[in-house]
């Protein structure tokens, strides 16, 4: 069965920079739709970003322009780079496919925060 593990959280300032990775084992990540979702306390998990079909991607509106989704089939490794964050990007990020099949990973937090 896959499994996925996020890292690359951490606490930036507003307008400052991050790169997540998520990494599967188990099975070639090629073979599934990833995507990227996040959470806050007390609130729903989100879809922030995701591949769609071939390398067709989509963004939540919020997040458009400045996060990128992308991946390397080589190292099953799936990325979201995030840049010009703001404090209400803050939250823990996980990434599966949509609809959410895989079991879930415990997440990365991000925090941004001056």
């Known amino acids: 069965q896959v499994q996925v593990v996020e890292s690359g959280g951490g606490l930036v300032q507003p307008g400052g920079s991050l790169r997540l990775s998520c990494v599967a084992s188990g099975s070639a990540l090629r073979f599934y739709p990833m995507n990227w979702y996040r959470q806050e306390p007390g609130k729903q998990r989100e879809l922030v970003a995701g591949?769609?079909?071939?390398?067709?991607?989509n963004y939540l509106d919020s997040v458009k322009g400045r996060f990128t989704i992308s991946r390397d089939n080589a190292k099953n490794t799936l990325y979201l780079q995030m840049d010009s964050l703001r404090p209400e990007d803050t939250a823990v990020y996980y990434c599966?496919?949509?609809?959410?099949?895989?079991?879930w990973g415990q997440g990365t937090q991000v925090t941004v925060s001056s």
């Open positions: 599966n496919t949509n609809p959410p099949l895989l079991p």
């Open positions: 591949f769609t079909s071939g390398r067709n991607t």
